[in-house]
């Protein structure tokens, strides 16, 4: 991060910069100098600071952002530990040892965020008490054996995924004011789809059926049916920015592949729509 | 081999050009009256003309990241096309129906941002495919996995070069499919190394790079040569 570059930024962008900072030139000057030698995490709170005495704004808007990621992550560490753990649930070799890794990189997407949130001078929120059955803590959501059922652990686990792909999609705006938190939210969102891609390729085929694809086609669940469909609404968007994607400049591009070629974002009034099953 | 990169005909129709013109200012009219489209549509005024001495200028601001993402675009796009016009010996039917697929998207991000940038967006580039050999599983599997974890690299790590927040959410759109794309070749290659530890790191993040260690590697697929000197660095 290029601290000088920011005011400079800043300066073009808001003539009455220095007024509003007014004595704290010389912090700014200090903050340049230290930039190279403060933890890189620590330097967003660092600017945090200076800009909410400038503007009377605080890193509130990203720790929030963060919160909620932290919850989604929560729930996909705990699903994946359970799942693992789960006498006979996942069969032996490749299927295991992806689960494992997929649970690894949820649980280091735990440490991260709490780790993250507790430098920007928050608490973690704590982790909630989940009911994987989609049933609000009554064991008996329409989710019931998911620890017990292989397809249908990897049909939770592929809705999971896709809906954390949204969810980061749709906060990623939030974050652009800091370069250091962005880029891990953009870094921790490939990830997931990464295992969203591969858990899709473990559903199609364990299920032999080559229409479940790595990627999203139009709000089709792949099979799953209408409990996950809200992870998938808004998903079939064939226009962006007002072009329209299907069939553009003369190619032969589909209304299938003009969906698949992009993931839409979901709000996070829809995430926690989607999770509220799940949290007791 | 070298080849052009296809221009689809209709583009070199006035009755297209303007639709084309259309479309960009439909693009850029979401965010007319910010500041920083002012200063980008300025900023933007004096690299419309490539420089063939110094190779094809990608622009600066957002504009010039946009254009960055068009030139990978370009080069993926084209790499895919020439897969599936004759595969590999020995193609499976879920390779074949994968490859395609991951083709025309590529095609879809190449043609967008053709179209969202209008006369802000460099020509077509010229690839350079000598090093592949497209009659080899091992040598066309490959290469897209080297161009998709690229792809996602580049994306991630130009997010915070991108200082509108609309052209950072297409960026996401964009980057997650490319990372279900690398997902996907690297379980054909070996099933299960989706994200092992030379794509994703103990902390679970994904990979990322900056500008020009991406744009070193895409020179050696392109006989073009692009000037990144303009694009924005922090």
Known sequence: MNIEHII??????????????????????????????????????????????AYGQSTGAIVEVLQFALTLEYLEAEFYTLGAAAPGLVPAGPPTGAIATIRDHENAHVTLLKNTITTLGATPVAKPVFDFTAGNGSGNGPFKGVFSNYPLFLAVAQTFEDTGVRAYKGQAGALISSNE??????????????????????????????????????????????????????????TQAEINIIGINGTGVSAAAASEAFDEPLDKAAVLAIVDPFIV | MVEKLN???????????????????????????????????????????????????????????????????????AFYTRVTQTFFSGATAIEQQFLNDIRDHEIAHREFFRNALGNKAIPSLEVDFSKIDFNSRASVLGTAKAFEDLGVSAYNGAGKLITEGAYLLLAGKIVSVEARHAAMIRDLIS???????????????????????????AAGFLKSKINASNLPTS
């Open chain 1, 8 to 53: 400079t930024n800043l300066e073009q962008q808001d003539p009455e910069l220095h007024e509003r900072l007014s004595n704290r030139r010389s912090a700014i000057k200090g903050l340049a100098g230290i930039g190279g030698k403060l933890a890189l995490a620590a330097i967003p709170f660092a600017l945090g600071s200076l800009f909410k005495k």
């Open chain 1, 181 to 238: 938190v962005l880029t891990a939210a953009l870094k921790i969102h490939s990830a997931e789809a990464r295992h969203a891609a591969h858990i899709r390729y473990m559903r199609r085929n364990l299920l032999s059926n080559t229409a479940i694809k790595p990627w999203i086609t139009g709000k089709d669940t792949a099979g799953i049916g209408d409990a996950v469909q809200a992870s998938y609404n808004g998903e079939d968007l064939t």
């Open chain 2, 7 to 77: 221009v689809p005909e209709e583009q070199k129709g006035h009755a297209m050009l303007s639709t084309k013109g259309q479309q960009r200012r439909r693009f850029l009219s979401l965010f007319a009256g910010t500041a920083a489209a002012a200063t980008l549509m300025h900023a933007c005024s004096n690299d419309d003309n490539p420089m063939p001495d110094n190779g094809i200028n990608l622009g600066s601001g957002d504009i010039g990241i946009l254009n960055y993402a068009y030139a990978l675009e370009q080069l993926e796009a």
């Open chain 2, 191 to 217: 099933n299960g190394s989706f994200a092992d530890n030379t794509a994703v790191d103990a902390n679970g993040l994904d990979l990322s790079l900056d500008p020009p260690e991406v744009l070193k590697v």
